[in-house]
């Protein structure tokens, strides 16, 4: 069954730290990828997103991801949080063919000054 | 600034009574996704239209949930009746499709918070 796996529920760090938040699926064929984050009250925003080439990509607010096949893994990292950054983050994952995101439970964030 | 609009942002209702989320997709998106998220769920596709015809709606719970797309700029999900355990953020999203129908990205809207006493 496909299916999106997001290790940590709940993450707290103090500013400055680096942040890893880690994503696993199970699906049949290519897929694409995203990281979706949701402030506080807000709606889904993509963070960044892959579908092909250069596995480590770069997205908005200084995060990256990378992509490790093998694996079938896409963590999102970024090395020096912000109070800011505090928000739940989601992974998810779509099949080759287009269609609807499958997203994991989310990670809530919680970066303390 | 295009966006993904929603109405109504908040609805309380009692269960029972039929409630009706409208969504506004960007324009000259063709691609129309409803998701539901809860504590226990999390997010989860109810349905998506592709120039305003249903693609996947087996998401949905079909004696109480229904969708359509009226026309290309407005979508809506109806509940009737609704139930205490439909509770939730329902967001919509829109999308244009890419390479091989993959979609570049899907832009989400605010969400209603549907409140079921």
């Known amino acids: 069954a496909q299916s999106v796996s997001q290790h940590n529920h709940h993450v707290i760090l103090s500013e400055a730290a680096s942040l890893e938040l880690g994503c696993n699926y199970s699906y049949g064929g290519t897929v694409n990828l995203f990281w979706y984050v949701q402030y506080p009250g807000q709606h889904l925003q993509l963070l960044l997103k892959y579908f092909s080439g250069d596995p480590l990509v770069k997205g908005i607010k200084g995060f990256e991801a990378e992509f490790i096949k093998s694996k079938f893994s896409f963590n999102l990292r970024k090395p020096s949080v912000q109070w800011s950054d505090t928000a739940e983050y989601f992974c998810?994952?779509?099949?080759?063919?287009?269609?609807?995101?499958?997203f994991g439970k989310g990670t809530s964030l919680l970066v303390t000054p | 600034d295009a966006r993904v609009t929603q109405t109504p942002r908040h609805k309380v209702t009692e269960m029972g009574q039929e409630v009706t989320m409208r969504c506004q997709p960007i324009l000259g998106h063709n691609t129309v996704f409803w998701y539901r998220q809860t504590m226990m769920q999390g997010l989860e596709l109810l349905a998506y239209f592709r120039n305003r015809a249903p693609l996947d709606d087996s998401g949905m719970p079909k004696d109480r949930f229904s969708a359509e797309m009226p026309d290309a700029t407005l979508a809506t999900l109806k509940i009737q009746p609704s139930e205490p355990r439909d509770s939730a953020v329902y967001f919509c999203?829109?999308?244009?499709?890419?390479?091989?129908?993959?979609?570049?990205?899907?832009?989400f809207g605010p969400g209603t918070r549907l409140t079921v006493l």
């Open positions: 998810a994952v779509m099949g080759s063919g287009g269609g609807a995101l499958n």
């Open positions: 999203a829109s999308g244009l499709p890419g390479l091989a129908g993959a979609y570049n990205e899907q832009f």
